[in-house]
């Protein structure tokens, strides 16, 4: 590859000769030309800027000169590679396409790089136009900030696309590492020796010599950075892109891993504002955890009765009994919880016959859970969970935190119990819950609280 760089600042680019683009261009992959664009000047004074037509702040760079230089340092690449090469001419301006690794990879495929570096205001528009007519024009930008000119600029591009060039890195597992590895992430932190240094110790997993684990650290520590810096890379992974174990730590980062890839979730109270939605939501998810034999019409009818708008608006009216939460993916409610706190310290749990199986006081009862079926296993219930268990243990009944929270679970839903099993509850007995006329056996799980301090 050949790349040559046209500047008033010749002496800028010199620090090219150094490290890696040095090393570059003494092994052969590359020749780096730099060359002084008032070589090209044919006045007294090498003028190389003039007034900006149409008024304005600032001097523009003169087609003229550019034009001039830009046909011989062109004929330099077909010299230099023949003219069937392909040839980009780069050009550094703050109004320019950002400059990605994935444009730097594109280039590091030319034969020929023109980098064209302005000072002032920049150089005459022209010039892009013209010269987009015989090669490819790339105007970019390093980033949203305004430089004095396209020299370093121009640096970063030489230096991104060099090390990409055979033979230059030394590593070629680097390069491989970079590209297969966490694609679309930040990386994950690096150490090295000493373990402990100005009372900093080096993570205890790094010396562990076990590879999975390692594995497992860095990747949660790389979409953890993602997350706090890059919030937009996140939410443009795809699902394919998640690996196993990716889910937990997104969901406690405030993201849903959902088959459209990561979303951002927030668990939050439920409002006055909610009741339209949550009484949709409650009926098109409770169905889904009743058995197949109860009829239609009994569940309808149970959700009818408790499942209201109205009786909504009844919970959120009652917030010493009651505590419903929401979980809003994309700015739509995508799950619910709702538990019944104890009035009085000492009061059994409402359902009388849960009194023998839960016996610790006082006692909620996480009375619903429910996710829409489209986002089941995006991990919105453990988000649920999360929320409501940290919001029952900062709760007091009579100046006693509550101790425990119960639920019932219809027998046969296995998913549920594979769930709530999983997730620290403990099957404690069993209870009959009548839905319609039917007497339905439900298992029961309690969970202790450890009181949040306050
Ligand atoms: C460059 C320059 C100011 C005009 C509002 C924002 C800019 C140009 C040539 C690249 C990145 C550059 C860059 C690249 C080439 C040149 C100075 C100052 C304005 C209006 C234009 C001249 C700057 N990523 N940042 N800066 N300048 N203003």
Request: one cysteine or more.
């Amino acid at each position: 590859m050949r790349i040559d760089v046209v500047t008033i600042f010749p002496e800028y680019l010199h620090a090219l000769r150094l490290s890696l683009v040095g090393k570059a261009v003494e092994g052969g992959v590359l020749a780096l030309g730099v060359h002084d664009l008032r070589d090209w000047t044919t006045d007294r004074h090498h003028t190389v800027d003039d007034t900006p037509l149409g008024g304005g702040a600032g001097m523009v760079m003169k087609p003229d000169v550019w034009g001039r230089a830009l046909e011989d340092v062109l004929a330099l690449g077909v010299s230099h590679c023949g003219p069937e090469g392909r040839t980009v001419l780069a050009i550094p301006t703050p109004s320019g396409e950002r400059l990605d690794q994935r444009r730097v990879e594109d280039l590091a495929g030319a034969d020929h790089l023109v980098i064209a570096c302005g000072r002032y205001e920049g150089i005459d528009s022209r010039v892009a136009e013209h010269y987009a007519r015989r090669v490819e024009v790339l105007e970019y930008s390093i980033g949203d900030y305004v430089l004095n000119g396209g020299e370093a600029a121009a640096l970063v591009l030489v230096e991104a696309v060099a090390r990409l060039l055979p033979g230059v890195v030394g590593n070629p597992e680097s390069l491989a590492e970079e590209s297969h590895g966490a694609a679309g992430l930040l990386e994950y932190p690096v150490y090295t020796r000493p373990p402990l240094w100005r009372g900093l110790a080096v993570p205890d997993v790094l010396l562990s010599g076990h590879h999975a684990r390692i594995a497992r650290w860095r990747r949660d520590r790389a979409l953890e950075r993602t997350s706090a810096r890059r919030p937009d890379m996140v939410a443009a992974l795809t699902a394919s892109q998640l690996e196993r174990g990716d889910r937990e730590v997104l969901t406690r980062l405030g993201w849903a891993a959902t088959p459209a890839g990561p979303r951002p979730l927030a668990v939050r109270h439920a409002t006055g504002d909610d009741v339209a939605h949550l009484a949709e939501l409650a009926a098109e998810t409770f169905p889904l955890a009743c058995p197949d034999h109860l009829p239609a019409e009994d569940v309808a009818a149970f959700v009818r009765a408790n499942l209201s708008p109205a009786r909504f608006r009844e919970y959120l009216a009652d917030a010493g009994r009651y505590l419903v939460l929401v979980a809003e993916l994309d700015g739509e409610l995508a799950g619910y919880t709702l538990s019944v706190l104890p009035r009085a310290a000492d009061e059994p749990p409402y359902a009388a016959d849960v009194e023998a199986v839960v016996t610790v006081r006082p006692v909620a009862e996480l009375s619903k859970i429910y996710v829409r079926e489209a986002v089941h296993g995006s991990g919105i219930s453990q988000a649920l969970m999360d929320a409501t268990l940290a919001a029952l243990a900062a709760r007091t009944v009579e100046g006693q935190p509550l101790v425990g929270v119960w639920l019932g679970t219809n027998a046969r839903n296995r998913r549920a119990h594979t769930f709530y099993a999983r997730t620290g509850w403990e099957l404690v007995g069993t209870r009959h819950f009548t839905v319609g006329g039917r007497v339905e056996d439900d298992a029961v799980f309690l969970r202790r609280l450890v009181a949040s301090p306050s």
